[in-house]
């Protein structure tokens, strides 16, 4: 998807030069190495452990009011799921300018949620919370309490 292996004519920029594969960052040799890197990021404990303060942003409660004023996570009134009705302007070089608008900048997404989201809770962190039951060679079952490098990132506390 980085690479315009069809020749596709996308078009030229400002300064005419013309739109062809995406340009990597410095850091990446190739677009493959560019996927790896990014997945690598985005599968990390660091990103699971801040998931649900994203989810608040973009589903949750931060996405409209006081909450989204005080994260900074506020946008033009028509980039907002209801905020016009479309059919009720009689205009229609105003309502085509709202569509255009609406169309190039897109919306936000429907808010579901109105509270926090919890936090993700890892496997990691369920057998911290909870002593784990284990069945030995012999069939018995003791409780084991889980090793210490099994705790998360002082991050995600």
């Keep these: 998807m980085f690479v315009n292996w069809n020749r596709y004519k996308l078009g030229a920029t400002e300064d005419e030069g013309i739109v062809d594969d995406v340009v990597l960052p410095p850091w990446a040799s190739s677009p493959e190495e560019f996927v790896r890197i990014n997945r690598m990021a985005l599968e990390s404990e660091f990103v699971s452990c801040q998931l649900h303060q994203w989810i608040d942003l973009i589903f949750g409660y931060k996405q409209r009011g006081p909450e989204a004023v005080r994260a900074t996570n506020v946008f033009y009134y028509l980039t907002y ?36 989201h919890p936090p993700r809770s890892s496997a990691m962190h369920l057998l911290v919370a909870h002593r784990v039951r284990i069945r030995s060679h012999a069939s018995l079952e003791e409780e084991v309490e889980p090793p210490l490098n099994l705790f998360l990132p002082p991050h995600c506390a």
């Design 81 to 116: 799921e209801g905020s016009v009705d479309l059919d009720s302007i009689q205009d229609p070089v105003m309502q085509e300018a709202i569509e255009n608008q609406i169309r190039n900048f897109g919306q936000t997404p429907s808010q579901l949620l109105m509270e926090p």
